[in-house]
């Protein structure tokens, strides 16, 4: 077989879809295809990356790595559907253009783009806000707010009318929470914990903030305002997302190289590992505790017996 002659088929296999009869004419075409393989491949390898990265620290201190991995491998998953022109469907758009590369009845959008993000932005927030060592009920209702961000922005791309400007701003607000939570509120406990984890908090977030201010960008001229081509949308969100994972990835775990997970309040024990013995030992409310063990009020006891831990 020539592999010199072989070409990027994608298109002709598995486009054309039929939506009420009609087809999606304002679609990626054979370069859009290529660029979501390419950026395929990059969140592949990363994957590959960051798990065996995973080998070099014990069991117990990998979270970060497994949460990094999981990011691109299933940001690789989504990519490989979207450059197969697969996970789609065809939406009028709300604006028909004169341009012809976004002149048509129907404009491509991938649905599998959103699905991806609903699983990939909470575990890249839960990489920020577990760095931050926030409590959890914090961090599970700003994981709800960022699932809301995505959903609404997922609604507004498949309505065709006005209405979908309506649900892109939902997102817009929900995604300002997020932002607030990131910069602020996060900031504040990274810097509580210690200057090494602040640094590479403040270098992870801010990194992530900026970019997740672009979407909304990428959306109005795609999805949205019918602005760009099919094959463009591609290339601007291809970048954000390696910018956004790949890259976020690795800095967050160069930045978690000499940090111990204990610190951040994960306190992960393998089964092989003996369980942390505290030192401090307080008085029961009935007083029956071992001989000379300091009660809470600072008093010392002094009755005898076997002293539990």
């Not at 069991?59 to 450059?83: E, K, L, P």
């Not at 999805?223 to 956004?244: C, R, T």
């Not at 690795?250 to 610190?263: M, Q, S, V």
Request: charged share 15%; glycine share 10%; proline share 4%.
């Amino acid at each position: 077989m020539d592999l010199t002659k072989r070409t990027n088929d994608a298109i002709n296999a598995n486009g054309n879809h039929f939506v009420n009869g009609a087809t999606s004419d304002i679609a990626i075409t054979t370069h859009g295809s290529d660029w979501y393989f390419a950026v395929c491949a990059v969140m592949f390898v990363s994957t590959l990356a960051f798990a065996g990265l995973s080998f070099t620290k014990p069991r117990s201190h990998r979270v970060f790595h497994y949460i990094t991995a999981s990011i691109t491998m299933v940001a690789a998953i989504a990519y490989f559907t979207m450059g197969a022109d697969l996970g789609e469907t065809g939406i009028k758009p709300e604006f028909i253009r004169t341009n012809p590369k976004v002149s048509g009845n129907l404009r491509e959008i991938f649905y599998v783009r959103y699905i991806d993000w609903v699983i990939t932005t909470p575990l890249l927030l839960l990489d920020l806000l577990l760095t931050a060592g926030l409590p959890w009920p914090t961090i599970f209702y700003t994981l709800l707010i960022d699932e809301i961000m995505i959903i609404t922005g997922l609604i507004g791309a498949l309505v065709s009318s006005s209405y979908k400007w309506g649900y892109f701003t939902f997102g817009c607000v929900a995604f300002l929470w997020v932002a607030w939570t990131v910069t602020w509120t996060a900031r504040k406990h990274a810097a509580a914990i210690g200057p090494d984890v602040s640094k590479v908090y403040l270098i992870c977030g801010v990194w992530t903030i900026f970019l997740w201010f672009l979407y909304p960008i990428a959306w109005g001229l795609s999805e949205g305002g019918n602005v760009i081509a099919p094959d463009s949308e591609a290339v601007f969100y291809g970048i954000l997302d390696i910018m956004a994972k790949p890259v976020f990835g690795a800095l967050l775990l160069w930045g978690h190289k000499d940090i111990e997970p204990a610190r951040l309040g994960l306190n992960i024990r393998d089964y092989d590992e003996a369980p942390l013995i505290s030192n401090t030992r307080e008085k029961p409310l009935n007083g029956h505790n071992g001989a000379g063990v300091t009660g809470t009020d600072g008093n010392t006891a002094t009755t005898t017996g076997a002293s539990t831990v």
